[in-house]
């Protein structure tokens, strides 16, 4: 700190000028970026106050004034620690407040509803059989309509009577199948939606057949069982389905666990490509971006620079917003997730390249050289050799991150894994989502060990 | 016999590394270059198989011309001079036994040599220069795990393998760990006692009196002193090396 020795009336003065405008005294004691310090420091914080906190807050500006005289009107400069510390508390309330942080919306039945399902991944599932009856069943009634019973493999499924408008109550039965099963009884309209008969029509209509494979049960038809109809007066042909499923034994994928596969693998794929696309572009450009090579003469130089400055802005660009863009030019798909996440790889693989290229030792360039070695063999034996391994060991690494960000640009349409998962979450599937998030688990721990391992074995 | 006529050197920064510099150097010599860090030895040595082009004197290989030839006979020149430097210069992250190998690259099939491929004699060749040195052993190791001595033996192999009619060591001991300057400098004279030339640049003055058979010292670019290793007493050391210097031998450490 230096010494600002100075009399009575001169420290008096400086205290004063400090209470006008904050740091003055400071400033005109000769310690002029502690004075302009000071007062920046209680201009923004008096500004954050005014503009978003609570009134008590200004205590925080106003102990920074009265810290900022104490220190004009001191012999030695004072400790910067009180004001940073009272501009931290102030930071930090202030902080609080902006980013609304309130338990009081937090609820745990929610919390509960979905963690729950997400304990039990839908990713396998029991392997089962599907045993399946219908009957056609005519809705509205025409004239003359057709008996409503059919025969098929020892089975035989009858509506009585067999028509009738919404909501009349028929009388289904069947017999012929397995017997003591739980047995699903369905609606289905003429175009195939299936409707669920029980209680208030949102559940599942499950009977047992009896011990000769038979039931007989009640059903209304459903309510919005004309809805799809072009011409809800127009007779039409449902089917009442009866299911029964029985495990073989054994586990297979669940459509989800299948789905699930097939994007991670997508995932996987679309990292690779971008990775593989990024690395054509990058090592043409990793040579115009490397400051030994292009240091020569102002060309080249200007070159280096242009080119190293398109590098950072491209790479100051997130990969997802670059996917926005792509997939409005080439549609939804993997594909413009691929193209978004190599854009983003070329710079940084470019980056990374040219500063491998800068760090070339070029001792060994010059004892091939010495050898009699032509230009070529000098490349070749001197070179590559240098440049091969950490170029792989940071293509590896850049694949790695790859990996990760094309889970993240499916979400706004880049296919593969994320895409899949957002469409879960929409559809509040949380058993899938957490068929994904564990998938997404594995993925990427799988990748980061071999690539760690493989990165430690090149350098 | 090597005629370096009117030697001089001046890099685009300004700065004249050789001045007017001219000596001869018979078949069979150990030659020692001496003078402080930045005399212009490792310029000197560059320029003799021209990893630097010298910008004006001529250097004459008993008949042949080194500073205009060619490019292509460049090379054939080059591949009869082998290198061995300060730094080892090898090739790290390769195995030792293609760096040793990369010493053959001035003979043989170039579109072979860049698919990697050595033919098998290459390869016997290179264990063989190994041997010479001492460490077949380590011919399929990374050249970058093994210590300084063994790699600057590398470095001498590798040169080896150039069949070499003139050796350049631009401090080849000065990396290393005293105690083993003997040991590399002893592979050189052996080299030198079957036929090789050797041109050498060193810094320990007891180095210089056991192994040079003739010495030229540089002082800022310019030959301050050509003679037998015997005339450089404590004097002349101090004339070459200015008065502050003080003798250091390796012997003592």
């Given at each position: 700190m230096p010494d600002r020795t100075a009399s009575n009336f001169q420290l008096g003065m400086s205290g004063f000028?400090?209470?006008?405008?904050?740091?003055l005294g400071q400033f005109i004691r000769g310690q002029r970026y502690r004075g302009v310090s000071i007062l920046l420091g209680f201009l923004v914080m008096l500004a954050t106050v005014y503009w978003y906190a609570n009134p008590i807050w200004y205590a925080s500006p106003i102990a920074i004034w009265l810290w900022n005289i104490w220190d004009a009107m001191s012999p030695r400069a004072r400790s910067i620690l009180l004001p940073v510390f009272f501009g931290l508390i102030a930071a930090y309330s202030i902080g609080w407040r902006v980013v609304g942080i309130d338990f009081s919306k937090a609820s745990l039945s929610r919390a509960v509803a979905i963690v729950r399902p997400m304990l039990r991944p839908d990713f396998i599932?029991?392997?089962?059989?599907?045993?399946?009856?219908?009957?056609?069943?005519?809705?509205?009634?025409?004239?003359?309509?057709?008996?409503?019973?059919?025969?098929?493999?020892?089975?035989?499924?009858?509506v009585i009577p067999n028509c009738g408008p919404v909501g009349e109550t028929m009388i289904v039965s069947v017999s012929g199948m397995?017997?003591?099963?739980?047995?699903?009884?369905?609606?289905?309209?003429?175009?195939?939606?299936?409707?669920?008969?029980?209680?208030?029509?949102?559940?599942?209509?499950?009977?047992?057949?009896?011990?000769?494979?038979?039931?007989?049960?009640?059903?209304?038809?459903?309510?919005?069982?004309?809805?799809?109809?072009?011409?809800?007066?127009?007779?039409?042909?449902?089917?009442?389905?009866?299911?029964?499923?029985?495990?073989?034994?054994?586990?297979?994928?669940?459509?989800i666990g299948n789905e699930v596969l097939k994007g991670a693998l997508t995932t996987v794929a679309m990292a690779l490509i971008a990775t593989a696309l990024a690395i054509i572009f990058a090592i043409p450009i990793s040579f115009l971006a490397a400051r030994n090579l292009m240091s020569g003469n102002p060309i080249t130089y200007a070159i280096?620079?242009?080119?190293?400055?398109?590098?950072?802005?491209?790479?100051?660009?997130?990969?997802?917003?670059?996917?926005?863009?792509?997939?409005?030019?080439?549609?939804?798909?993997?594909?413009?997730?691929?193209?978004?996440?190599?854009?983003?790889?070329v710079a940084a693989l470019a980056k990374l390249y040219s500063e491998v290229i800068e760090g070339i030792d070029p001792g060994p360039i010059e004892a091939i050289r010495a050898t009699g070695a032509t230009w070529t063999q000098t490349v070749r034996y001197a070179v590559i050799p240098q440049i091969i391994p950490p170029f792989t060991a940071f293509t590896i690494y850049r694949w790695d991150i790859n990996v990760r960000s094309a889970t993240i640009v499916g979400f706004v349409g880049g296919g593969g894994i994320g895409f899949l998962l957002i469409e879960l979450v929409r559809v509040n599937n949380m058993r899938g989502v957490s068929a994904v998030f564990i998938a997404i688990a594995i993925?990427?721990?799988?990748?980061?060990?071999?690539?760690?391992?493989?990165?430690?074995?090149?350098? | 016999m090597?005629?370096?006529?009117?030697?001089?050197?001046?890099?685009?920064?300004?700065?004249?590394?050789?001045?007017?510099?001219?000596?001869?150097?018979?078949?069979g010599e150990f030659l020692v270059v001496i003078g402080l860090s930045g005399s212009g030895k490792s310029t000197l040595l560059r320029c003799i198989n021209r990893l630097i082009d010298p910008t004006s004197g001529k250097i004459f290989w008993d008949d042949t011309d080194i500073?205009?030839?060619?490019?292509?006979?460049?090379?054939?020149?080059?591949?009869?001079?082998?290198?061995?430097?300060?730094?080892?210069?090898l090739v790290k992250r390769s195995s030792v036994i293609t760096n040793v190998l990369s010493g053959r690259l001035g003979y043989v099939n170039p579109w072979l040599s860049l698919l990697g491929y050595w033919p098998e004699d290459e390869k016997q060749r290179a264990l063989k220069s190994l041997e010479r040195v001492g460490i077949a052993d380590k011919a399929y190791n990374r050249a970058d795990a093994l210590?300084?001595?063994?790699?600057?033996?590398?470095?001498i192999a590798r040169a080896l393998m150039q069949e070499p009619k003139v050796i350049l060591a631009d401090e080849p001991v000065a990396s290393l760990d005293p105690v083993l300057s003997h040991s590399i400098l002893q592979y050189l004279e052996q080299l030198n006692k079957e036929g090789i030339t050797v041109i050498c640049s060193l810094h320990f003055l007891d180095l210089v009196h056991r192994y040079a058979t003739r010495v030229v010292a540089l002082k800022d670019g310019i030959k301050v002193f050509e003679g037998s290793a015997q005339e450089i007493d404590r004097a002349k050391f101090k004339e070459i090396y200015g008065e502050e210097a003080q003798e250091v031998r390796a012997a003592s450490l």
């Open positions: 000028l400090s209470a006008l405008i904050p740091g599932q029991a392997k089962r059989e599907h045993n399946a009856m219908w009957v056609n069943v005519q809705v509205p009634c025409s004239p003359e309509p057709p008996t409503a019973i059919r025969e098929d493999a020892g089975r035989t499924a009858t397995w017997p003591n099963a739980q047995t699903n009884v369905v609606w289905q309209n003429p175009i195939g939606n299936p409707m669920m008969l029980g209680e208030g029509e949102i559940s599942m209509l499950v009977l047992t057949t009896d011990d000769t494979g038979s039931l007989t049960t009640a059903i209304r038809v459903p309510s919005t069982a004309l809805v799809a109809a072009p011409d809800p007066t127009l007779p039409q042909f449902h089917r009442v389905y009866f299911d029964q499923y029985r495990p073989i034994g054994g586990y297979e994928l669940s459509y280096y620079v242009v080119m190293r400055t398109l590098l950072n802005i491209l790479r100051s660009i997130e990969s997802l917003i670059v996917a926005i863009v792509f997939v409005v030019i080439v549609g939804l798909g993997p594909f413009a997730g691929a193209l978004a996440l190599a854009v983003h790889s993925i990427v721990i799988t990748l980061d060990t071999i690539s760690s391992r493989i990165r430690e074995r090149l350098v | 090597l005629k370096i006529q009117n030697l001089t050197k001046t890099y685009p920064t300004g700065t004249q590394a050789l001045k007017d510099v001219s000596f001869d150097v018979k078949d500073t205009a030839a060619p490019p292509a006979e460049l090379r054939n020149i080059r591949r009869k001079i082998g290198m061995v430097f300060q730094q080892f210069n210590s300084g001595g063994q790699q600057q033996r590398v470095g």
